[in-house]
Nanobody, 125 residues
Framework: QVQLVESGGGLVQAGGSLRLSCVASGRTFNWYAMGWFRQAPGKEREFVAAISWSGGSTEYAVSVKGRFTISRDNAKNTVYLQMNSLKPEDTAVYYC??????????????????WGQGTQVTVSS
């Protein structure tokens, strides 16, 4: 069973930065694409960013492109989300997810097979 544990959330002022981390269990982390998603109160969970199994391909939601950066360290079984120029509308619970299929180039909400428990990000104005 794959376990994903997010950390790094918190309270930050608008314009500030946070870096989220997600550590995965298991020996095959580098086989799978990883993604970050978020869910604000009263809203559906939405895609934020994804990275391919190799790290060579990334994808971003329009709302975060240019402000957020997804990366991975396969030696540490960890995927990161660097969030800069944060806005109040970025406030949400952020989840990481692993793709269902090995060797995937992306991890959108339909392709996510395992989820972490989430970490709260609150951006004050």
């Amino acid at each position: 069973q794959v376990q994903l544990v997010e950390s790094g959330g918190g309270l930050v002022q608008a314009g500030g930065s946070l870096r989220l981390s997600c550590v995965a269990s298991g020996r095959t982390f580098n086989w799978y694409a990883m993604g970050w998603f978020r869910q604000a109160p009263g809203k559906e969970r939405e895609f934020v960013a994804a990275i391919s199994w190799s790290g060579g391909s990334t994808e971003y939601a329009v709302s975060v492109k240019g402000r957020f950066t997804i990366s991975r360290d396969n030696a540490k079984n960890t995927v990161y989300l660097q969030m800069n120029s944060l806005k109040p509308e970025d406030t949400a619970v952020y989840y990481c997810a692993r793709s269902r299929a090995a060797w995937a180039l992306t991890c959108n909400i339909n392709e996510a097979g395992y989820w972490g428990q989430g970490t709260q990000v609150t951006v004050s104005s």
